[in-house]
């Protein structure tokens, strides 16, 4: 069986590299070249631990290719972002788009998968994406022009996809059963974890339903520790000594939630039930307020000291990928550089070569290594527990204010 998988980005090419290992024909699809020939030379264009040797041994012997147009297969997954525009509701163009230019491909019988987090019932809007552009198909089962929808959302961890790949259970939502029934066969193929039959909107509310989960446990820590200042305790020793108890898991808190995950989805959830959900829209308001308060205690610091110099450790989103997308780490050391444009700013970002765009403007930041910047700073700014970071003892770096937002050098 021919599988395409549209989208070739942290997500849609790991599932592309996977399926393709079990022996499967994938074709890859994206509207970015580079990506491609990138791709096609056997290389990642991203930041993915372990990952580099699957991807080699595909492309080498022939499993996995990519290409920019829409090939004719027997499975189709698409994993294109799904952005939100400014009223927080879904951007569908890059699915509309997906479906236009698979839609002429089809012959009856396909399986078509969304695997990008969506809201509710964006599946079943996909399949009329289909539908509109091919009037002479059909969802109606067992037919000869019938085409089978669902939705698995993928909830792999960037930073363990190989692990997590293989090892996660699946959500799998049909629009029809049947769709439901054939795409459990084709995950099994590769993954070892339970896969789950529902349909296909429940499948994408247990998705966002996972993700808003997260962001407002986070908002939780986080707020814990905006009072764990105020009362002079240490956050990270008060969360340690709660979670001893068999019924309490808090997560971290940082320096606000990124990634195109955690503080995209819920906005779904709440587009989709605006008057039912404001626990989930405090949460999002907690963590997206946690990078202005980092700011105040770095302006706190440096109040009444002149020609300072700030390292900032970290701008991707998490630590130990390249990622800085929705970064709140980025969004610091942006309106440091601008709010106080006094400063020195050594950005120290171990997995990228250059300066983020965002930042290349200010005359005042620079992109520096850890021992030189670490060396320099009047304050340092610990933003992202990168592994390069946790591994320096505090000790070292002098009589430096030290504000460690992960908590990792307590
Ligand atoms: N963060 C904290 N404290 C924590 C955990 C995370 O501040 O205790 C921050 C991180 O620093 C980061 C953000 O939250 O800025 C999100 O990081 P993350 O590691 O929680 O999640 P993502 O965005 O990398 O991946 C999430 C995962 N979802 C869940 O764990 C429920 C992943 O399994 C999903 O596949 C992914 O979203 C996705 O694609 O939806």
């Known amino acids: 069986a021919t599988v395409s998988v549209i989208g070739l980005g942290y997500i849609g090419l ?3 590299a996977f399926i393709a290992s079990t022996g499967a024909r994938v074709i890859g699809v994206d509207v970015n070249e580079r990506f491609v020939e990138t791709i096609n030379r056997g290389e990642v264009p991203f930041v993915e631990p372990g990952f580099s040797a699957m991807l080699e041994g595909v492309v080498a012997n022939g499993s996995l290719s990519a290409q920019t147009t829409t090939p004719e297969a027997d499975a189709y997954i698409v994993a294109v972002p799904t952005p939100f525009k400014d009223n927080h509701e879904v951007d569908d163009k890059f699915i509309r788009a997906a479906s236009e230019n698979l839609a002429p491909q089809l012959r009856g019988g396909e399986l078509i998968i969304l695997e990008s987090t969506s809201p ?94 997260r962001d407002v446990n986070i908002a939780f820590a986080n707020e814990l520790s905006i009072i764990s200042d105020r009362l002079g305790i240490d956050v990270w020793e008060l969360i340690e000594l709660a979670n001893h108890h068999p019924r309490v898991n808090i997560l971290k808190p940082g320096p606000g939630v ?27 308001a907690t963590n997206d307020g946690k990078p202005e308060y980092v700011l105040s205690k770095v302006k ?46 050594h950005v120290v970002e171990p997995n990228v070569d250059e300066l983020p765009k965002s930042l290349t403007g200010y005359e005042n930041v620079q992109l520096a290594p850890l021992d030189q910047a670490a060396k320099d700073a009047d304050i340092v700014l ?22 460690d937002t992960r908590g990792i050098w307590r």
């Open 14 to 16: 790991p599932t592309a």
């Open 120 to 213: 509710p019932r964006m599946t079943e809007r996909m399949a009329q994406f289909i539908l509109n552009a091919r009037p002479d198909l059909t969802l109606d089962e067992g037919k000869e022009n019938s085409i089978y929808v669902a939705h698995c959302p993928e909830r792999v961890l960037p930073g363990r996809i190989m692990i997590e790949m293989r090892d996660n259970d699946r959500v799998i939502g049909g629009v029809t059963p049947k769709a439901a029934e054939m795409a459990k066969d084709l995950y099994a193929t590769f993954c070892d974890g339970e896969l789950l039959l529902t349909d296909a909107t429940t499948a994408e509310m247990a998705k966002l339903t996972e993700n808003a989960f």
């Open 258 to 284: 990124g990634g195109h995950c955690i503080a995209v989805d819920p906005w779904f959830i709440v587009s989709s039930a605006p008057e039912e959900s404001p626990l989930i829209q405090q949460a999002r």
């Open 300 to 345: 706190e610091a440096a109040a009444g000291r002149d020609n300072l110099t700030i390292a900032a450790l970290g701008v991707a989103f998490k630590a130990d990928i390249d990622d800085l997308r929705e970064s709140p780490s980025l969004d610091i050391v942006e309106r440091l550089a601008t709010e106080m444009s006094d400063a020195r700013i």
């Open 382 to 403: 610990l933003l992202v527990d990168h592994h390069q970071f946790t591994e320096i003892d505090p000790a070292t770096l002098g009589d430096a204010t030290v504000i």
